[in-house]
């Protein structure tokens, strides 16, 4: 975060709208090791309804950059942010495929 001056204003927090290069490289990485933390457990043989769904997600590298770096949001523009202005969100999980939801369609008339 970087602070202004007093004498322009005030302390007006700004924050960058995209992820640098450093942040970027992180992210990647904690999703690879999600992805092999899922692969390891399916090796080992256990069954369980989360990780056969973690299991139907895409992988780190088959996904684009717009499912790695921004979210849904229904308070942002168009409907999207970007992932870092998630409060603690290199410790949060994101949705790696983006479901339409009810929010963001147009209600259906008959």
Same mark, same amino acid.
């Not at 990647?28 to 369980?48: C, F, P, Q, Y």
């Not at 369609?105 to 008959?110: H, N, V, W, Y």
């Given at each position: 975060?970087? *602070?202004?001056?007093?004498?322009?204003?005030?302390?007006?927090?700004?924050?960058?709208?995209?992820?640098?290069?450093?942040?970027?490289?992180?992210?990647?990485?904690?999703?690879? *090791?999600?992805?092999?933390?899922?692969?390891?457990?399916? &090796?080992?043989?256990? !069954?369980?309804?989360?990780?056969?769904? *973690?299991?139907?997600? %895409?992988?780190?590298?088959?996904?684009?950059?717009?499912? &790695?770096? @921004?979210?849904?949001? +229904?308070?942002?523009?168009?409907?999207? &942010?970007?992932?870092?202005?998630?409060?603690?969100?290199? +410790?949060?999980?994101?949705?790696?495929? @983006? *479901? %339409? !939801?009810?929010?963001?369609?147009?209600?259906?008339?008959?």
């Amino acid at each position: 975060m970087f *602070a202004s001056l007093v004498s322009l204003g005030g302390l007006v927090w700004k924050r960058r709208f995209t992820l640098t290069q450093s942040q970027k490289y992180r992210h990647r990485l904690r999703l690879r *090791a999600v992805d092999n933390v899922v692969e390891t457990i399916i &090796k080992s043989g256990v !069954s369980l309804k989360a990780l056969d769904f *973690a299991d139907a997600m %895409p992988r780190e590298s088959e996904m684009l950059p717009e499912q &790695k770096y @921004w979210v849904h949001s +229904k308070r942002f523009r168009n409907g999207i &942010k970007p992932a870092h202005w998630v409060p603690h969100w290199t +410790k949060t999980r994101f949705e790696r495929e @983006w *479901a %339409p !939801s009810t929010m963001h369609e147009p209600s259906k008339t008959k």
